[in-house]
């Protein structure tokens, strides 16, 4: 039961952290398409 709630905590971890890189490409995707058309 323990190494099952681990493994569970590892994913949340994971998700976070793939969730934090989608998050920033996008962000930093937009960053640029605004800057763009402001010039």
Do not use: G, P, W
């Not at 793939?18 to 998050?23: K, Q, S």
């Amino acid at each position: 039961m323990r190494s099952f709630v681990a493994q569970h905590e590892i994913h949340v971890v994971h998700f976070q952290v793939v969730a934090d890189t989608l998050y920033l490409k996008i962000v930093s995707h937009y960053s640029v398409d605004r800057d763009l058309n402001l010039t």
